[in-house]
C-alpha cells in the first residue's frame, strides 16, 4: 500500500467548474498536510497547508482534511486554464519519522479546458 | 530576493562518472531537503540536513548517494559512479524550521541524464 495516495488523472474540467482533487494517507500519526502545484518542467509551489480537521479556504482554493478517514482534498472554484498543472499531495509528522520530510503521492495531472 | 538556487540546472554524465549537484537555499533558511523525482513519478524524499549535520538520510541510496551542507558554502549531492537509472531531477529544498510547522520552498532542480 502506498504511504499517500492520489489518482494520477488525469482530471479534465471546463473553464468555470469546480475541479476535485483528493488524496488518501496510510500514517494514521500524520499531523501536517499540504497542496503543491507543479507545472511541467518546473518545481513545486505549495498553494495550501492544513493541520487540523474541516475546511480550510483561501481565495479559490480550499483544502478538507479528515483524520478519521485519513483523507484529505483540494477543491479549485471557477478553474482556469492556468490551474493546469500536477497538483502534488504531501503529509508529515507520522509517527516514527522525522518532521524533516514530507511523503508525496504521485500526483494529479488537471487540465482545464477553455 | 533570491530564491532556493540549484545549479547546474541540466547535467549529462556517462555512466561511471561523477555527477554533483549544488544547492544555495534562501536567504536565513538553514533546513535544505534533497529530493527526486523520476519520470512520470512523484517526488522522493532523500536527505535532510541543517549546518554541517545530516538529519534524516533515509531516503538515500546505501551507496554511490552522499550529502553534505557545510558551514560555509551551499549543500552538495553527489553520485559516484552513475548508472542509468540515476537519470531524473533532483529538487533542492529550504525551510526556515522543520517542514513541521513551515512550507518548503524548492529549487529549479537538477535535471540528470545519465547516457
Known amino acids: 500500500q502506498k504511504e499517500v495516495e492520489q489518482n494520477s488523472g488525469p482530471l479534465s474540467v471546463p473553464e468555470g467548474a469546480i475541479a476535485s482533487l483528493n488524496c488518501t494517507y496510510s500514517?494514521?500519526?500524520?499531523?501536517?498536510f499540504f497542496w503543491y502545484r507543479q507545472y511541467s518542467g518546473k518545481s513545486p509551489e505549495l498553494i495550501m497547508s492544513?493541520?487540523?480537521?474541516g475546511d480550510k479556504e483561501d481565495g479559490r482554493f480550499t483544502a478538507q482534511l479528515n483524520k478519521a478517514s485519513q483523507y484529505v482534498s483540494l477543491l479549485i472554484r471557477d478553474s482556469q486554464p492556468s490551474d493546469s498543472a500536477t497538483y502534488l499531495c504531501?503529509?508529515?509528522?507520522?509517527?516514527?519519522?522525522?518532521?524533516?520530510?514530507?511523503?508525496f503521492g504521485q500526483g494529479t495531472i488537471l487540465t482545464v479546458h477553455p | 530576493n533570491a530564491g532556493v538556487m540549484q545549479n547546474p540546472r541540466h547535467l549529462v554524465r556517462r555512466r561511471g562518472q561523477e555527477a554533483r549537484l549544488r544547492c544555495s537555499p534562501m536567504?536565513?533558511?538553514?533546513?535544505v531537503y534533497w529530493y527526486r523525482q523520476l519520470p512520470e513519478e512523484g517526488l522522493k524524499f532523500m536527505v535532510y540536513?541543517?549546518?554541517?549535520?545530516?538529519?534524516?538520510e533515509s531516503g538515500m541510496p546505501k551507496e554511490r548517494f552522499s550529502a553534505e551542507f557545510p558551514k560555509e558554502g551551499p549543500s552538495i549531492l553527489r553520485i559516484q559512479q552513475v548508472v542509468r537509472g540515476d537519470s531524473a531531477a533532483y529538487f533542492c529544498?529550504?525551510?526556515?524550521?522543520?517542514?513541521?510547522?513551515?512550507?518548503?520552498?524548492f529549487g529549479e532542480g537538477s535535471r540528470l541524464t545519465v547516457l
Open positions: 504531501a503529509v508529515s509528522g507520522g509517527g516514527g519519522t522525522s518532521y524533516g520530510k514530507l511523503t
Open positions: 492544513i493541520y487540523s480537521n
Open positions: 540536513l541543517q549546518k554541517e549535520n545530516i538529519i534524516d
Open positions: 529544498a529550504s525551510s526556515p524550521t522543520g517542514v513541521e510547522t513551515g512550507e518548503l520552498f
Open positions: 500514517d494514521r500519526g500524520s499531523q501536517s
Open positions: 536567504k536565513g533558511h538553514s533546513h
